[in-house]
């Protein structure tokens, strides 16, 4: 099982191994890939830091405790119908974005977030209701 915050639930989506660090990368990586190969993989929804947070890197502000991302963290979790503390498979969260997120609502939701403007997941919530699933990273 993984402990996941919720905007960390569209950062998959758009993952496409980039990130913060070698070691952040790495962590992604391998989280991204176990859902994308098993999607039965439970899945607890955490307030704050998460396993993903465990490996940003410590270079300065640790933006994980910052108030704008625990708000974007309510507005992903309210939009799917989430709660803290929530423990349910990654298909189901699959599931929920089809019913719940299209993807220009990346644009509003995701708004203050440096990786919006790749414009990877806003792709990456199109593939999902396409029923793709998430995107294989080399």
């Given amino acids: 099982m993984y402990r996941l915050r919720g905007h960390h639930l569209f950062c998959l989506l758009g993952y496409r191994g980039m990130g913060y660090s070698k070691e952040y990368v790495e962590n992604m990586t391998k989280l991204h890939q176990t ?9 607890q929804i955490v307030k704050g830091p998460d396993q993903l947070c465990e490996k940003y890197p410590n270079t300065g502000e640790y933006h994980c405790k910052d108030k704008t991302i625990y708000e974007r963290d309510a507005a992903i979790l309210e939009k799917m119908d989430l709660k803290i503390g929530q ?15 299209v ?9 203050s977030c440096s990786w919006r403007t790749y414009g990877v997941c806003e792709e990456g919530v199109q593939e999902m209701l396409d029923g793709k699933g998430l995107r294989k990273v080399e």
């Fill in 87 to 101: 423990m349910l498979k990654w298909k189901d969260i699959e599931f929920r974005i089809r019913q719940h997120v």
């Fill in 35 to 43: 859902l994308r190969n098993d999607p039965e993989t439970w899945i």
């Fill in 103 to 111: 993807p220009t609502d990346i644009q509003t939701v995701c708004e």
